[in-house]
């Protein structure tokens, strides 16, 4: 089975819907036959690489609202990601560009496979929404992706120029060829979508059907009945 999820690292709800994901993943009979690719999406493009602000006065800037109601807004989403485990410390959030960030989870799974994609994806999120660290400074993301097991001379070389721009740029157009006007958006072997930051049932519901729709039973001698019992006897 092969799971795409499109987010963005700059999203609050994305990192609450990895959790919520993973928790459903973990619970499914079959999750050692899931691949897990992560698909990029950036929620504003126009970002300068660095924002001389906090989150709350570039959100209630960018949406025109009041910041005593975008604060609440914040209070809420924190909360929310409390519930699954998650510090979040909008005070001290740096705001800035997800792009080559983006290309540093491309170059993960090209250089380290799924899984170092999937460390980094961890590590960015946590570091943006949990750290206040810079995901638009090379130097952390070089650092993060030595944790991950890359190699950082590597992975200094490829943000320096443009690699792996052209595969979040794919991502981003494929996204909105499938209709993705928000994330995290769940895409289930091309078949099932699953919009938002869903409870972790709703994604435990999801993989079963999908499953069970890749997999029918099938019947050894259809239409063939062997001895059996039942409500009203043998």
Known sequence: MRIEIWSDIACPWCFIGKRRFETALEGFAHKDEVQVQWRSYQLDPSLPEHYDGTELQYLSERKGMDPQQMSGMLAHVAEQARGEGLAYDFENLVVANSFTAHRLIHAARELGGPAAADAVK??????????????????????????????????????????????????????????????????????????????????????EKAWQDANPLQMVAPGTDGPACGPDGC
């Open 122 to 207: 961890e590590a960015l999120l946590s570091a943006h929404f949990e750290q206040g660290r810079n995901i638009g400074d090379v130097e952390v993301l070089a650092a993060i992706a030595v944790d991950a097991g890359l190699d950082a001379g590597r992975v200094r070389a490829a943000l320096a120029g443009d690699d792996y721009a052209d595969d979040v740029r794919q991502d981003i157009a494929e996204a909105r060829a499938l209709g993705v006007t928000g994330v995290p958006f769940f895409v289930i072997d091309r078949r099932y979508g699953i919009s938002g930051a869903q409870p972790a049932e709703v994604f435990a519901s999801a993989l």
